[in-house]
C-alpha cells in the first residue's frame, strides 16, 4: 500500500498550488496532506523520510510563490479542527497553526484582550506569521506571543519560551520544526476600543496598499532604514508589466497577478525591479516573499 493512503486526515495527489496561494499561482505539489492530528503527523514525517519526500508546510499561501512546473515535495496544510482552533482564558489566548489571523483577532477582540491589533488584515495563519514573524505598523508578532508548541522533524513535540526564540526582520529561528500551536499573553481592554484599532489598521492598509486582485502582499524586504516599495516607485516602475503579471500602480512593492499571471511572469518582473533598483541608488532588494521550486 502507498504509505500516504495509511494516514487519518486528507491527501491529494498532484494538488495544484494556485488552488492554495493568495497569488493565485503554481503547478501541482507532489502530495498535499491536511494531517488529521499529532500521531498522523508524526506518521507523515516518518514516511515521506522514508520515501525521501521533502515536505513544506503551507498556511494561508500568503507569502509563497510556487514554480509553474509544481514542486516535488509533499505540502503540508495544518487545517484539520485539531491544528486550527483558538481559544483564550485568564488573558491567554491559544491558536493552533492553521487559525487564520482573522479569526484570532476576532477571538481576541470578543474577549475583551488587546495586543494584536496591528495583524488587522494581513491574510495569513498564525504559524505563517510566527514563521515570517509577520510585521506591520512598527511590530511583530515574534514581540506579543508568550511560546510556541513545535515539532521537529523527528517528530519530537517541544514548547519553547519567547525568550529561546530568535526573531528577526521577517524570519525566526525556528525555520527546521513544524510549528504547532502558539500562545499570547495579552492585556484586557475595551472591546470596544480594541474593534476602533482594528478598524484603523484596516482602513491605513487599505488606503497604502493593493488588495484590488491576488498578490503575495510585498515582494521585496525592506533595505535597512528604507522602504523597497519608495525605491522601486522613484525608478518609475509602477504600472510595468510583463505577461499576466503587474507592478501595483498603488504600491511598488506590490506584484499583482492581473491576467493568468506565470511565476515566470513575476520572478522576471522581480529581476527587472531588482536591477533597476541596484543600478540606480546600488542598493540589492532580497525577496520576502518564499519561491517554491
Ligand atoms: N512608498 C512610496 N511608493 C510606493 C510605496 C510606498 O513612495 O509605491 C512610500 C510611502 O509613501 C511611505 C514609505 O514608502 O512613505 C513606506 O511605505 P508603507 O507605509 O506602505 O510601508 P512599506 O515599508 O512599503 C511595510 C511592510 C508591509 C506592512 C507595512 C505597514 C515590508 C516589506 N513591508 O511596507 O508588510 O504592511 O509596512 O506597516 O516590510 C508584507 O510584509 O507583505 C507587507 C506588506
Redesign the pocket.
Known amino acids: 500500500m502507498i504509505w500516504w493512503k495509511r494516514l487519518k486526515g486528507k491527501v491529494k495527489v498532484r494538488e495544484p498550488l494556485y488552488k492554495h496561494t493568495t497569488f493565485k499561482i503554481g503547478g501541482p505539489a507532489s502530495l498535499f496532506i491536511e494531517p488529521r492530528d499529532i500521531a498522523d503527523l508524526k506518521v507523515l514525517i516518518k514516511e515521506a523520510k522514508r520515501d525521501r519526500i521533502p515536505l513544506r508546510v503551507i498556511g494561508a499561501g500568503s ?1 509563497i510563490l510556487a514554480a509553474d512546473d509544481g514542486i516535488k515535495a509533499a505540502a503540508v496544510h495544518l487545517k484539520s479542527p485539531y491544528f486550527s482552533g483558538c481559544s483564550s482564558e485568564n488573558g491567554i489566548l491559544e491558536a493552533g497553526a492553521g487559525c487564520v489571523l482573522s479569526r484570532v483577532i476576532a477571538e481576541s477582540q470578543s474577549k475583551g484582550f488587546s495586543g494584536l491589533e496591528f495583524l488587522a488584515g ?1 491574510p495569513g495563519t498564525i504559524g505563517g506569521a510566527v514563521a515570517m514573524n ?5 511590530s511583530n508578532i515574534g514581540k506579543k506571543l508568550r511560546d510556541v508548541t513545535v515539532m521537529d522533524y523527528h517528530g519530537t513535540v517541544n514548547t519553547l519560551k519567547r525568550s529561546e526564540i530568535k526573531f528577526h526582520y ?1 524570519s525566526c529561528s525556528l525555520e527546521n520544526s513544524i510549528i504547532l500551536s502558539v500562545r499570547f499573553s495579552l492585556r484586557k481592554d475595551n472591546p470596544s476600543a480594541i474593534a476602533r484599532r482594528i478598524a484603523g489598521y484596516r482602513k491605513a ?1 487599505k488606503a ?2 493593493d488588495l484590488s486582485a491576488p498578490s503575495a ?2 515582494v ?3 533595505p535597512d532604514g528604507e ?4 525605491l ?2 522613484l525608478c518609475g516602475l ?1 504600472g510595468k508589466k510583463i505577461g499576466g503579471a503587474l507592478v501595483s500602480s498603488k ?3 506590490f506584484i499583482i497577478n492581473k491576467k493568468n499571471a506565470s511565476a515566470g511572469d513575476v520572478i522576471s518582473l522581480m529581476g527587472l525591479l531588482k536591477e533597476s533598483v541596484q543600478d540606480k541608488f546600488k542598493i540589492n532588494l532580497e525577496p ?1 516573499i518564499k519561491i517554491w521550486k
Open positions: 507569502n494581513i509577520a510585521g506591520a505598523w512598527g521577517r492598509r497604502s496598499q502582499g510585498c521585496f524586504k525592506n522602504s523597497a516599495g519608495r522601486i516607485d509602477k504600491h511598488a512593492n520576502e
